[in-house]
């Protein structure tokens, strides 16, 4: 039972160099979000999708871009990486709408991306 | 806008101590209430979870009550093992009647280290 799968497990990028962030799901969760955690600051959610085709910003989406072309898949994509950027990403998964509000989130292990 | 608040860390205790973590929250409506536990080099769990007032959630020996009057939910357990040790979050669901999406705000986080 693989969960919530996150690739890779650290990068280190340059600046101004791009990556994508891979997350994938086997739950055939309809809700799936990413969230950047920093030191002493809690987890802040980037974007998040509630259907294949449908993305929305969260509270810190600049940098950032999202595609949901499928139920399991939810990428992250960072364009132009910046020192601001360092941090560690998580991607989470939700049953979804009908049972939003009891529904435990699954989450992946964690991407650990540093920006020099 | 809602807000989750944690008291700091890290909190240092000896084996078999009492544990509490406060956690406060500013949110419109009932939102439900979470704790969420990331050991070393995972990503986060479910703990416990409320989503009603005067609710009490429990697992593995933690508890949390949802209290409504003074917007809290503070973890508690009775007597911690080294096993415990790792960081906690305090998280809350917000629900905006039919645009409920799942997203979680979260607290700083709290590290508990527990000393044989």
């Known amino acids: 039972n693989a969960g919530v799968t996150q690739t890779p497990k650290f990068r280190i990028l340059k600046i101004g160099q791009s990556m994508t962030l891979q997350c994938t799901q086997d739950?055939?969760?309809?809700?799936m979000y990413w969230y950047r955690q920093d030191p002493g600051m809690g987890l802040k959610l980037i974007y998040y999708?509630?259907?294949?085709?449908?993305?929305d910003k969260g509270e810190v989406p600049n940098g950032y871009n999202v595609s949901r072309s499928t139920t399991e898949d939810f990428p992250l994509r960072l364009e132009l990486a910046a020192p601001s950027q360092t941090s560690v990403y998580f991607c989470?998964?939700?049953?979804?709408?009908?049972?939003?509000?009891?529904?435990?989130?699954?989450f992946g292990q964690g991407t650990r991306l540093t920006v020099v | 806008g809602d807000s989750v608040t944690q008291m700091e860390g890290p909190v240092t205790l000896s084996e078999e101590a009492f544990l509490t973590i406060n956690c406060t929250y500013t949110a419109t409506g009932y939102p439900s209430l979470f704790w969420y536990v990331q050991y070393p080099g995972e990503g986060l769990q479910l703990l416990l979870k409320?989503?009603?007032?005067?609710d009490k959630g429990s697992n593995k020996g933690f508890e949390a009550t949802y209290r409504k009057e003074t917007t809290s939910f503070h973890l508690e357990k009775g007597s911690v093992q080294v096993s415990d040790s790792a960081v906690y979050f305090c998280?809350?669901?917000?629900?905006?009647?039919?645009?409920?999406?799942?997203?979680?705000?979260f607290g700083q986080g709290t590290t508990l280290q527990v000393k044989p």
């Open positions: 739950m055939n969760h309809n809700y």
């Open positions: 989470a998964s939700t049953l979804g709408r009908d049972r939003g509000a009891n529904t435990e989130a699954f």
């Open positions: 999708s509630v259907g294949a085709g449908i993305t």
């Open positions: 998280a809350l669901r917000p629900l905006r009647g039919s645009s409920n999406t799942g997203k979680l705000i």
């Open positions: 409320a989503t009603k007032a005067d």
